[in-house]
């Protein structure tokens, strides 16, 4: 079994940062990628950012330059760093780990999520 969890949400005024963590537990073989996701309140789910083994990474265009995304491989763990957070930022954000189980065999596990609110 692999658990995925964050943290680092909360309440942060417009302007602010913000820092989300995501750890992935259990039987790894390894992760690839790793990434984070976002949904607005009766708006879906939509990509955030996500980082390959290697460390190449991908971004929503709306959001280079303001977010970005690493990771430690040794901790299976992933980040966010948040800046010049906008309202229109507040979301839940999610984190999403592609758990290699036996190569080439890959299967996706899913945090719980954890709220951003920007206030303006």
């Known amino acids: 079994q692999v658990q995925v969890m964050e943290s680092g949400g909360g309440l942060v005024q417009a302007g602010g940062s913000l820092r989300l963590s995501c750890a992935a537990s259990?039987?790894?073989?390894?992760?690839?990628?790793m990434g984070w996701y976002r949904q607005a309140p009766g708006k879906q789910r939509e990509l955030v950012a996500l980082?390959?083994?290697?460390?190449?990474?991908n971004y929503a265009d709306s959001l280079k330059g303001r977010f970005t995304i690493s990771r430690d491989n040794a901790k299976n763990t992933v980040y966010l760093q948040m800046n010049s957070l906008k309202p229109e930022d507040t979301a839940v954000y999610y984190c999403?780990?592609?758990?290699?189980?036996?190569?080439?065999?890959?299967?996706?596990?899913w945090g719980q999520g954890t709220q951003v609110t920007v206030s303006s």
């Open positions: 999403k780990a592609t758990v290699v189980i036996i190569p080439p065999v890959t299967r996706d596990y």
């Open positions: 259990g039987t790894i073989f390894s992760i690839d990628p």
């Open positions: 980082i390959t083994l290697g460390g190449s990474t």
